[in-house]
Every structure is written in structure tokens, then in C-alpha cells.
């Protein structure tokens, strides 16, 4: 494993780090403002951005900053279903017994989410991921969802996140209702070429290695190659690693960061 030749404690581009070993990028500072602002207010949130851009483990480390005793929180990840469908897993996930029809399922929902706050305070959380593939069922039927005492009262988040096209989506006039109660809204534009060479060095340090192993040629290759996609490049700087141990290389070049963007190219 190329950690020993490197010298490596830990594997630093693995997405099983810890939410406190984030990298502090412009996206996730600016994500995580706009998190905390809408812990305070409520109400909808969007969040939008390519993939691999941290939408997601920005989200993450929203969820993991919320403490589980002021907090509910509802994770939908299969946006594909019906809008009755989607109601019966948020049903479940609050520890509800999904009813046939969504009419019920709706006001139990509300129901629960409301006494949730009113009995123990405690603020229901909805992450709906993916939520470019939600049908227009589905969003017409979210506004209806988040508004509470005849839409005088929030005691509720959720947050959407997806692809950028979901802006296009709400966009439509048949969504006007939705976009109007957006709170707060961020579009992830990913990783800068400084933000990429900083991130390689930053991750490095934490793994234990403190030379300089990566050519500026190599960092500004790797900046190319992934497009400010964090996952992209955290394959790349995988792959680059193993070719240069397998190499007995001392430094990572641009050759090397070339050669391991065709490897995953052909995979």
C-alpha cells in the first residue's frame, strides 16, 4: 500500500474522513453560512452544484454541528418515486405508520412535525438529496407541506439539494409558489486551481507527510483534470500516489497525474 511509502498515517483522500478534518474551501464556508442561517430562520433551503462539488458533505457537516435532542432529522435520498411514495418514507422516518392514501399520510406529517415542536421543541430536519429527479407532483406538493398555521409559522427545515438543473426546475412558473419560499440558496462552483493546490498540500499534512511531494506542473494538472470536482480529484491524487509508489518515484509530476487521469479514464 502506497500510505508506507509515503509515510502516510492515514489515507487523507478517502470520503470516510471525519466531518472535522474538512477542508475550509470558499464553498464550504459560504455553504455552511447559509446552513447556519437557515438552522436559525427555518423554512426551505436550496443548495445546488455539480456533482462532486461537497454539496454533500457540506450537508453532512450541517447534520453533524445539529444536536439529536433539538433535532429531527428526515434523509430522502430516493427522489425517483411517486409523490405518494415520498410521503410514506417521510412518514416512516419520523416514526409514523404509512397510511394508504397520501392524504392522510400529508396530515400525519404535519401533524407530527408540529407537535414535534410544540411538546419538546424539538425542529424536524428533511434533506430530500437528489432532488433534480423529484417529479412536479411532488414539488407542488412541498410548499403545501412546509406551510403550517396557515403559513404564518415555521417549524420545520428543508432542505433541497441537487443538481444545478434543479434551479432551471423551480424556475418554471408552475413552481412559483416553491421558489417564493426559498429562505436561502447556494450554487457550489467547486474547488479553484488555488483551492486544488492548497487542498492537495492541506490533506497531505494531516495524513503526516510534510515535504513537498507534488510539483506545481503536477497541482496545476490535477486542477485541469478534475474541473473543481473534490471527488474527481481525490480519485486522481489516489491513483497518482499508487503509480508514483509503484514507480519509486520521490515526487508526484504532471506525467504522473496524466497518466493516472487515463487509468481512471479507463475504468
Known amino acids: 500500500m502506497y500510505k508506507t511509502y509515503w509515510g502516510m498515517t492515514v ?22 453560512k447559509r446552513y447556519e442561517y437557515l438552522k436559525n430562520v427555518k423554512g426551505i433551503g436550496l443548495f445546488t452544484g455539480l456533482s462532486g462539488t461537497g454539496k454533500t458533505f457540506c450537508q453532512r457537516c450541517f447534520v453533524d454541528s445539529l444536536n439529536p435532542s433539538l433535532y429531527k432529522v428526515v434523509y430522502v435520498t430516493m427522489t425517483t418515486v411517486s409523490s405518494a411514495d415520498f410521503y410514506k418514507t417521510i412518514a ?13 399520510n400529508f396530515r400525519n406529517i404535519q401533524d407530527r412535525i408540529r407537535k414535534l415542536y ?15 429527479y423529484l417529479s412536479k407532483s411532488v414539488l407542488a406538493d412541498l410548499k403545501l407541506l412546509m406551510n403550517f398555521d396557515m403559513d404564518c409559522r415555521d417549524y420545520a427545515i428543508l432542505v433541497l439539494s441537487g443538481q444545478p438543473v434543479l434551479n432551471s426546475t423551480l424556475s418554471m412558473q408552475v413552481h412559483e409558489a416553491l421558489a417564493q419560499r426559498i429562505v436561502i440558496s447556494y450554487d457550489f462552483q467547486g474547488l479553484s486551481a488555488d483551492e ?11 495524513a503526516g507527510v510534510m515535504q513537498e511531494i507534488f510539483q506545481p506542473q503536477a497541482l496545476e494538472a490535477a486542477s ?30 504532471a506525467e504522473t497525474v496524466m497518466a493516472a487521469s487515463n487509468e481512471i479514464e479507463l475504468v
Open 11 to 32: 489515507n487523507p483522500f478517502s470520503k470516510e474522513l471525519k466531518v472535522s478534518d474538512a477542508f475550509h474551501s470558499q464553498d464550504y464556508l459560504e455553504g455552511r
Open 118 to 132: 410544540r411538546d419538546q421543541k424539538i425542529v424536524t430536519v428533511i434533506l430530500v438529496d437528489e432532488a433534480q
Open 92 to 104: 416512516q422516518d419520523l416514526g409514523l405508520e404509512p397510511c394508504y392514501r397520501k392524504i392522510d
Open 196 to 206: 486544488v493546490a492548497a487542498y492537495v498540500r492541506d490533506r497531505m499534512k494531516m
Open 224 to 253: 485541469g483534470c478534475c474541473q473543481g470536482s473534490v471527488r474527481k480529484l481525490n480519485n486522481l491524487i489516489h491513483r497518482a500516489l499508487m503509480i508514483a509508489c509503484d514507480q519509486k518515484s520521490p515526487v508526484i509530476t
